[in-house]
Structures are given as structure tokens and as C-alpha cells.
């Protein structure tokens, strides 16, 4: 069954602690991207990836970051240094150059207690 | 700088009444245009793009480059068109997505 899978679905983290978010693809898209979800402000890039070990910024990279070691997998750690981490977060994946046609992953909610 | 206005957080209508999303960007170059819709419980998904002028769901969107629009509209709403629709701009080489804040619309019977 083709598609993209993020896990956890909900997490809860104390102040401080790192937390590493996990997406997987089985789509042999070469491209994939981490958005953040907030009510009232839409979908905003955090870091996106063109081929493996390689990957940029988004709009909102500040306290994250990745890694790209494998075509399919593409995690996003949430720091200890991001001052307002509780989100929702969104992964995605595309065909390289096709940025416009992702496909999304369900999502994982993230809680800062 | 890249960006998305979706002017309206939400669009209360009812069946059978026409729709219209609202869509502004800003873009130097030659931009790509999407909707992308998220039904209650769904994932996002893509809907449609200018390029391909394509109806989907009863839904169409045209490209405005004049006035830097890219509104979705459909004639007749329906109960399951009831969504967050985004609308987003490809750039940076159409390597990324640009996304807007969003529209919840709403379908009454």
C-alpha cells in the first residue's frame, strides 16, 4: 500500500527535551518537506529535501533539524531551542521539480507541556 | 518576496449557491497555482492547478495574472464540498510550496 506515514500521531514532550518526529515514503518520490500547521496561519515550510544528504531551509527553520540518509525517510527533530513547538506538524513528498503535486502524510500533533 | 492571500478565514453558504475562494499572490517570476483541499478527517490533498485548467469536483480556477489571482469557484455548492481549502504558489524553481493561511467553507443544507 503505496503512501506516506508519519509517527508518531500525538506526542507530548516536557520544556527542554528534544523530540524527533519520524516520515516514511514508499512512494519513490525524490523529494520530501516538513510543514508546520497553525490555526489562522496555514501551512509554513520548516525544511525541505531534494535528493539524499542534502537539504535547505524553509521559512520557519529555526530551532529544527533533519537528516536525509535514505530516500525514504526524512525525520524532523523539534529542539529544545524552538521557543513554540507545540504544533501540528505535516510531512510531504513529491517527484523532483513537481513541488506543487505533494502528497501529504496525516500528520503529527505535537504537545509541549 | 513569495507570497499567499486568502482574505477569508471562512465562507458560510448554502446548497446550491455559488462559491467563491479568494486567492492573491505576489510572485516576480512566472508563477504555478494550487488548491489544495483537507476534508474533516482526511489528509491535504491536492485539488487542481492553473496549468492544467481541469475541473474537479464541479470546482474551476482560473489564473489572473493581471490581477495576481487565483480564484476557486464552483456554481452550485454541495454539503461534502465542506473543507479547508489552501491555496499555494510554486517557486524557488518550483522546488517548494508557498501556502496560504487558508479558507474554512462551510456548506449549509
Known amino acids: 500500500d503505496g503512501g506516506i506515514t508519519q509517527s508518531p500521531k500525538y506526542l507530548f514532550r516536557k520544556e527542554g527535551q528534544n523530540v524527533t518526529l519520524s516520515c516514511e515514503q514508499n512512494?519513490?518520490?525524490?523529494?520530501m518537506y516538513w510543514y508546520r500547521q497553525d490555526p489562522g496561519q496555514g501551512l509554513r515550510l520548516i525544511y525541505y529535501s531534494q535528493i539524499v544528504n542534502d537539504f535547505q531551509k524553509g521559512d520557519i527553520a529555526e530551532g529544527y533539524s533533519v537528516s536525509r540518509e535514505k530516500k525514504e525517510s526524512f525525520p524532523l527533530t523539534v529542539t529544545s531551542a524552538q521557543k513554540n513547538p507545540t504544533a501540528f506538524y505535516l510531512c510531504?513528498?513529491?517527484?523532483?521539480?513537481?513541488?506543487?503535486?505533494?502528497?501529504f502524510g496525516e500528520g503529527s500533533r505535537l504537545t509541549v507541556l | 518576496a513569495q507570497r499567499v492571500t486568502q482574505p477569508e478565514k471562512l465562507l458560510s453558504v448554502f446548497k446550491g449557491a455559488p462559491v467563491e475562494l479568494k486567492c492573491n499572490y505576489s510572485?516576480?517570476?512566472?508563477?504555478?497555482l494550487f488548491w489544495y483541499v483537507q476534508y474533516s478527517r482526511q489528509r491535504l490533498q491536492l485539488l487542481l492547478r492553473h496549468i492544467s485548467r481541469e475541473s474537479i469536483k464541479g470546482f474551476t480556477a482560473d489564473l489572473n495574472k493581471g490581477e495576481t489571482s487565483f480564484h476557486l469557484k464552483k456554481p452550485f455548492a454541495q454539503e461534502e464540498d465542506s473543507a479547508m481549502y489552501y491555496c499555494?504558489?510554486?517557486?524557488?524553481?518550483?522546488?517548494?510550496?508557498?501556502f496560504g493561511a487558508g479558507t474554512r467553507l462551510a456548506v449549509h443544507p
Open positions: 499555494a504558489l510554486s517557486s524557488g524553481g518550483y522546488n517548494k510550496l508557498i
Open positions: 512512494l519513490n518520490h525524490d523529494a
Open positions: 510572485y516576480s517570476g512566472s508563477p504555478e
Open positions: 510531504a513528498s513529491s517527484f523532483q521539480g513537481r513541488a506543487g503535486e505533494l502528497f
